[in-house]
């Protein structure tokens, strides 16, 4: 999958979670990445975030926090 498009999906559930769970949001949001993504998507968007972390320069402050737990 196009990495762009994980960052959007990152970032929508980010949008959902940031207002029911506050400072617990990026905790939230990677719970709901392991639950309900499948593991290629996961290791993608974690592989991005370890080698070139620019190429998820869109990806908002509480995705950030969730693909830095799932690393």
Do not use: C
């Amino acid at each position: 999958m196009k990495l762009e498009r994980l960052v959007a999906m990152v970032n929508d559930i980010a949008a959902f979670f940031t207002p029911e769970a506050g400072a617990d949001a990026p905790a939230a949001v990677a719970n709901h990445l392991r639950r309900f993504w499948e593991p290629r998507m996961r290791a993608q968007i974690v592989s991005a975030y370890r080698s070139d972390p620019s190429s998820l320069r869109d990806l908002s402050e509480t995705g950030r926090g969730a693909i830095a737990a799932l690393a």
